[in-house]
């Protein structure tokens, strides 16, 4: 029981880091800008559910992709590592990810699958940790990373319908040094994903 909630903990630590809900408001911010609260309401929703359901099959088929195209789970570990630690690196330098670049997008609905759902929720930061949490995992276990995702797309919801209210009460400053602590954590859990997966390599306890 314990083991399971150490393994929750970890997992809630590394989505929360990596989906970064008060960062990505920002953005979501940006790409609804002027459309009306029921556009806004419509497009969160539809985003948040397709990114669910993204990393949910990801989680599903992760040790079948991994069969498929005969991937170990260190060289996995090592390179989702490296994905990890360069988004982690880009936002402690106040850049936007390389994986999640953004060009200006009219207001849409169809915005809500591209690129809210991915690759700004689900992008391959997010991906690479769910499956790095289910490449030797038990049933149970991948149940609950498919739980504490659906509980993260549920917090995101929450925070871009808030969108509007939290940035008056907190301001961009406040928003901004929040992206730089998620960036280092999101750096050091990168890196221990490496570490892992070095270890795992050459068989160090």
Aim: aromatic share 10%; glycine share 8%.
């Amino acid at each position: 029981m314990e083991d399971l909630l150490t393994f929750s903990l970890t997992v809630f630590t590394s989505f929360f880091a990596i989906t970064n809900p008060i960062s990505n408001m920002t953005i979501f911010l940006s790409l609804t800008d002027g459309a009306s609260k029921k556009v806004k309401k419509d497009i969160n929703k539809r985003a948040t559910i397709v990114a669910f359901i993204i990393v949910a099959l990801f989680v599903l088929l992760g040790k079948f992709i991994f069969e498929l195209f005969h991937i170990t789970i260190p060289a996995f570990k090592i390179f989702g590592g490296i994905l990890v630690f360069l988004i982690g690196f880009d936002l402690l330098q106040s850049k936007k990810s390389s994986v999640k670049h953004l060009k200006t997008v009219d207001v849409d609905e169809n915005i809500a699958i591209s690129p809210l759902a991915i690759p700004i929720i689900a992008g391959p930061g997010t991906i690479v940790t769910a499956m790095n949490s289910v490449a030797d995992a038990s049933y149970m276990q991948i149940g609950l990373v498919i739980f504490i995702f659906g509980l993260m797309c549920l917090l995101t919801y929450i925070t871009f319908r808030a969108s509007d209210f939290i940035v008056k009460v907190l301001g961009n400053n406040v928003i901004s040094v929040i992206g730089k602590i998620m960036g280092l954590i999101i750096g050091i859990i990168g890196t221990g994903m490496i570490i892992e997966g070095i270890k795992i390599s050459f068989n160090l306890s």
